[in-house]
């Protein structure tokens, strides 16, 4: 990813900055997701929408599915537009957590991978799928890490990261097995593989009632992209009752140095406008 300007107390921008405790600077490149955000300019990685991203001073974009995008038209726009891409889903999507559908898993994880090294994404999403009602719990974690496992050597061949993604099970996700960060952190250390990490949704985290800081304590060089949106309601940081000067400082503190990904629906249906709530919302004013 390139780096993006500085960010100005009137205009919003690609990236924001934190100071440390020890007067370093920490900067978070912002990321959109353009699946949710600047859909009022054009389908998901349409020319229009990418170039009305990069007139709102964002310089990195994120997508999820692949096999229903041009991607020869996709390639010419972020060319043009000279956006980046942080994060695309694999697919089609399987449920890791049966080990009937491991051949499929990987083959959806190899299928993808030339696609993210063509338009230089360096992340890979993956999900768990849905809880299998007549597996334990035990069974269902042994597929999924015995899946990754298995995806991983392709990932760590092509240089991209696989990262494994929380969701919520309560809203959006329901019957989702993996829910929880703990248990994702915990069958990422059994996987043991430097291009398998965690895509951490604090969006989903906190409507499944954890703590950022608590659970991420210990594992930060384990995720390897954040994602963010308010709750409840899924909209832009600020709208809701998440304290993100508080979660930014968690961040901050722990040592997190990856990007952020706006995953959000702008309340007002105006995606540039919403991300001029988004300084005032995330930056830490204690520290800096």
């Not at 990261?161 to 990422?188: C, F, K, Q, W």
């Amino acid at each position: 990813m390139h780096s993006a300007g500085v960010v100005g107390h009137n205009l919003p921008s690609g990236c924001f900055h934190e100071n440390t405790e020890k007067g370093q600077r920490m900067t978070y490149e912002l990321s959109v997701c353009t699946e949710m955000l600047f859909r009022e300019f054009g389908e998901p990685m349409s020319l229009p929408q990418l170039r009305a991203v990069k007139e709102s001073g964002i310089d990195a974009v994120e997508f999820w599915f692949w096999r229903n995008k041009d991607i020869d038209a996709m390639e010419r726009a972020l060319g043009e537009t000279g956006l980046s891409t942080v994060t695309m889903v694999s697919e089609p999507q399987s449920r890791a957590v049966d080990p009937a559908r491991l051949d499929e898993f990987v083959t959806a994880v190899t299928e993808s991978l030339p696609i993210a090294q063509r338009l230089g994404i360096p992340n890979l999403v993956l999900v768990a799928g849905e809880t299998r009602e007549v597996a334990t719990d035990v069974e269902q974690r042994k597929a999924l890490t015995d899946a990754l496992r298995a995806a991983a050597p392709y990932a760590e061949e092509a240089g991209i990261t696989l990262v494994l993604e929380n969701l919520n099970s309560r809203i959006d996700h329901v019957g989702t097995y993996l829910s929880s960060t703990p248990l994702a952190l915990e069958i990422l250390r059994d996987v043991g593989s430097a291009n398998v990490k965690m895509l951490y949704d604090l969006y989903h985290s906190v409507v499944m009632d954890e703590d950022p800081a608590e659970v991420l304590a210990g594992s930060i060089e384990l995720i390897g992209h954040v994602q963010v949106a308010d709750q409840p309601g899924r909209h832009e940081p600020g709208s809701g009752l998440v304290d993100w000067k508080k979660q930014v400082r968690s961040l901050k503190q722990l040592e997190y140095q990856g990007g952020i990904g706006l995953e959000y629906t702008p309340s007002t249906g105006n995606s540039a406008e919403s991300l001029r709530h988004i300084r005032d919302a995330l930056v830490d004013d204690a520290t800096g």
